[in-house]
T-cell receptor, first 112, second 116 residues
Framework: QKEVEQDPGPLSVPEGAIVSLNCTYSNSAFQYFMWYRQYSRKGPELLMYTYSSGNKEDGRFTAQVDKSSKYISLFIRDSQPSDSATYLCAMSVGTGGFKTIFGAGTRLFVKA | GAVVSQHPSRVICKSGTSVKIECRSL??????MFWYRQFPKKSLMLMATSNEGSKATYEQGVEKDKFLINHASLTLSTLTVTSAHPEDSSFYIC????????????FGPGTRLTVT
C-alpha cells in the first residue's frame, strides 16, 4: 500500500464548477499537509499548507484535513481554464529532516 | 512566495558526458535542498536531500557516484549527472526549504535532460 494515494484522473469540468481533489494516506504520523499545482513542464508551485486537522481558505481554494479518516481535500471554487494543471498533494511528519511524501498528482482540465 | 531558479532549463548531451544542473534560492536562505526526478505523468521521485555544508543523503536505489550533489552555500546546490546515458533522460527538479520549514518546499522550474 502506498503511503499516499491520489487518483491521477484526468478530471474534466466546465468553467465555473466546484472542483474537489482528494488524497488518502496511511501514516497517522503525518502532521503537515500541502497542495501543489504543476503546469506542464514546470516545477510544482506551493498552493496551500495546513498543519494538523481543519480547514484553510485562500481565495477560491479551500484545503481540508480529516486526520481521523486520513483524508485530505482541496476545493476550487469558480474554476477557471487557467486552473487546468496537475495538482499534487504532499504530506510530512514534520520538520527536522522528515521526508515529504507526494501523491501521484491529479490532472485537472477546466473547459471554457 | 519564495523564488527558486534552476539552470539550465533544457540540456541535450551525448552519452558518456557529464551535465551539471544548478539550483538557486533567490530571496531566502535554503537550509535544505531537495533533488527530484519526474517521469511523464508520474509523481516526483526524491533522489537526495542536501543540507548546506553536509554530504547529501541519497534515497535507496539512487547512485551517489552517478548523481553528485554539492550544497556549498545557503543559496546554491548543484546536481551533476556523471557519464550520462539515455536512461538518465528525465525532468529534474530541485526544491528548497528554509530553516524550520522543511515541510514547505519551493520548487525550481525544472531541467529537461535529454541524453542522446
Amino acid at each position: 500500500q502506498k503511503e499516499v494515494e491520489q487518483d491521477p484522473g484526468p478530471l474534466s469540468v466546465p468553467e465555473g464548477a466546484i472542483v474537489s481533489l482528494n488524497c488518502t494516506y496511511s501514516n497517522s504520523a503525518f502532521q503537515y499537509f500541502m497542495w501543489y499545482r504543476q503546469y506542464s513542464r514546470k516545477g510544482p508551485e506551493l498552493l496551500m499548507y495546513t498543519y494538523s486537522s481543519g480547514n484553510k481558505e485562500d481565495g477560491r481554494f479551500t484545503a481540508q484535513v480529516d486526520k481521523s479518516s486520513k483524508y485530505i481535500s482541496l476545493f476550487i471554487r469558480d474554476s477557471q481554464p487557467s486552473d487546468s494543471a496537475t495538482y499534487l498533494c504532499a504530506m510530512s511528519v514534520g520538520t527536522g529532516g522528515f521526508k515529504t511524501i507526494f501523491g501521484a498528482g491529479t490532472r485537472l482540465f477546466v473547459k471554457a | 512566495g519564495a523564488v527558486v531558479s534552476q539552470h539550465p532549463s533544457r540540456v541535450i548531451c551525448k552519452s558518456g558526458t557529464s551535465v551539471k544542473i544548478e539550483c538557486r534560492s533567490l530571496d531566502f536562505q535554503a537550509t535544505t535542498m531537495f533533488w527530484y526526478r519526474q517521469f511523464p505523468k508520474k509523481s516526483l521521485m526524491l533522489m537526495a536531500t542536501s543540507n548546506e555544508g553536509s554530504k547529501a543523503t541519497y534515497e535507496q536505489g539512487v547512485e551517489k557516484d552517478k548523481f553528485l550533489i554539492n550544497h556549498a552555500s545557503l543559496t546554491l546546490s548543484t546536481l551533476t549527472v556523471t557519464s550520462a546515458h539515455p536512461e538518465d533522460s528525465s525532468f529534474y527538479i530541485c526544491s528548497a526549504a528554509g530553516t524550520g520549514q522543511q515541510y514547505e518546499q519551493y520548487f525550481g522550474p525544472g531541467t529537461r535532460l535529454t541524453v542522446t
